[in-house]
């Protein structure tokens, strides 16, 4: 038993009866062709049309597309359930005069609609063609002998009628009936929609994985957000205590000495009075003019006398001028950078930072056109061939070299300083890379990868197959980041801030060393 429900999805929504020659327009609503072909009719001239169901609009009149599912399930709905009332079309009886009355068939031949009464009646004969009831028979009949057609001209590739075959410009054609000609097409269109349904399925599989990369690179960026949200939520706190202590050190340190400070002033300036005192008796007495009065005066020895303590006051006001009156700034910093050490290890904690691999490039690989600096950290090209031996270990064919030093764990990165370069190539490879011929260039094999930049173009190349990057690098320097676990290998361009230029993913299976290519006067630095 079919539900109401699902009944009522075989119904057009126009004139709400079961589907009969069901069509589709462009955003997903089926109706029926005669249904919708009045709506759009109703619709012309009026600037647009559109969907009855979901009022999507159309600037041109849309095409109407036959679904053949959707025609199959009715028709077996039909055969299933016969005693349906059948739907009308909104198609009348051509000979029901006085009264209008639904028609049931179309007659080809006659271009007139049937009741089920002028049906009975009708002629039985051949050249009688009933179709379900439709208005548009001209494209059923040929224009030229107004006949209709009944093979189809493979030469032309067209629907034609008897006269058309017989002595018309399709004469001597090769031709098909129209049931053999429209069996062909059905088996090509069924080879061709299985090829759309197989790329549909690679499609859908593609359009999956994409979709569960998206899901996981999400919930990765909620898991790093968070982490970092919290992380500056620690650091803020941490910062505050910190500021909070270096403070309170500085104020311990200000009070401390000014306590000093003020405590020595404040005896100085009692003796600045007592001398003060002593200066006015004295010139008091210098202006005497009795010289009986200043000789009989008891204390003239003890005004010019120093006090007891003058040395020690000396030595305190010396000592808080220079040696000990400031503040212990290289404790505060020492105070403030061990905080800021304990922090960065929290940070180190959460988000891995490394410091850049020290780089040694190793002159036993470097091929006879490069000369290598002292500290063997930078490269430059030379016109002029080093007095090198040839070691199986040397390049021969590309002017390049090799770091001393490998990886086979772990994460690292280095840098090179290519501002002076104009031509150079910067990457991994493995050390059993060929050391001759054409396929011992960095990137130009599947044991190297690569990031050149030639005459302001840049790429990444492996296994010779290069990617053309959007942008040139735009700073002095690039790093290349080794994940070796994850099988990553990722090339930077450290302008400001850092932008992102390319990451290989593979599996290592050997350890990898840092390799350059050269190609020019000029330096290139690790």
């Known amino acids: 038993m079919v539900s109401a429900d699902l009944r009522q999805e075989l119904d057009c929504s126009i004139c709400l009866s079961t589907y009969t020659d069901p069509v589709m327009l462009r955003c997903g609503h089926n109706f029926c062709r005669v249904c919708i072909d009045r709506v759009l009719d109703t619709q012309e001239g009026s600037g647009g049309y559109s969907c009855p169901e979901c009022r999507k609009e159309f600037q041109d009149r849309p ?65 009688h063609v009933l179709t379900e009831p439709t ?15 009944k093979y189809y001209c493979i030469a032309d590739a067209a629907c034609i009628c008897v006269s058309c075959r017989l002595d018309g410009e399709h004469q001597g054609h090769k031709v098909e009936t129209l049931d053999e000609a429209s069996e062909k097409k059905k088996k090509k269109l069924r080879t061709g929609l299985q ?154 904690v959460c988000f891995i930072i490394q410091e850049a691999s020290d780089i040694v490039l190793d002159v036993n690989t470097a091929h006879n056109n490069l000369q290598i600096s002292e500290d063997m950290k930078t490269v430059s090209w030379s016109d002029i061939e080093q007095s090198r031996p040839e070691t199986p270990e040397r390049f021969q064919n590309y002017v390049q070299v090799l770091s001393s030093q490998s990886f086979s764990s772990g994460r690292h990165y280095w840098e090179v300083d290519v501002s002076k370069s104009d031509w150079w190539v910067v990457g991994m490879c493995y050390p059993s890379i060929e050391r001759r011929g054409e396929q011992s260039g960095i990137g130009g094999n599947h044991k190297s990868w690569s990031l050149c930049s ?19 690098i735009s700073s002095n320097r690039v790093r290349i980041y080794l994940d070796y676990e994850a099988g990553q290998l990722s090339f930077y361009d450290l302008c400001d801030p850092i932008r992102h230029l390319h990451t290989f993913t593979t599996t290592f299976t050997e350890p990898l060393h840092a390799a350059i290519f050269l190609w020019g006067v000029v330096p290139c630095q690790v």
């Open 195 to 348: 090829k759309l349904i197989t790329e549909r399925e690679e499609t859908e599989r593609r359009v999956r994985s994409l979709q569960e990369r998206r899901r996981k690179v999400q919930e990765k960026s909620s898991g790093v957000t968070e982490r970092v949200t919290a992380l500056f939520r620690d650091l803020r706190r941490h910062l505050e205590d910190l500021e909070k202590r270096v403070l309170r050190e500085i104020s311990r340190q200000e009070e401390r000495l000014s306590h000093q400070l003020s405590d020595l002033i404040q005896k100085l300036e009692i003796k600045k009075a007592e001398l003060s005192r002593k200066m006015g008796h004295i010139e008091e007495m210098c202006n005497m003019t009795d010289p009986l009065t200043v000789l009989q005066e008891s204390d003239t020895g003890d005004l010019c006398d120093t006090e007891e303590g003058d040395d020690e006051d000396r030595e305190r006001h010396d000592k808080l001028l220079h040696d000990g009156g400031d503040l212990d700034v290289a404790g505060i910093s020492h105070t403030l950078h061990s905080g800021l050490s304990d922090m960065m290890k929290g940070v180190n």
């Open 135 to 149: 208005t548009s028979m001209e494209n059923r009949k040929c224009s030229v002998h107004r006949e209709l057609f």
């Open 454 to 472: 030639k005459t302001n173009q840049c790429l990444v190349w492996h296994i010779s197959d290069d990617i053309q990057l959007p942008d040139n």
């Open 63 to 127: 095409v109407l597309h036959r679904n053949i599912t959707l025609r199959n399930i009715e028709e077996t709905f039909r055969s299933a359930h016969p005693d349906q009332k059948k739907k009308t079309t909104g198609i009348i009886c051509t000979y029901c005069i006085h009264s209008p009355v639904p028609a049931v068939k179309s007659c080809l031949m006659c271009e007139a609609s049937l009741c089920d009464d002028h049906l009975r009646v009708h002629s039985k004969s051949p050249e």
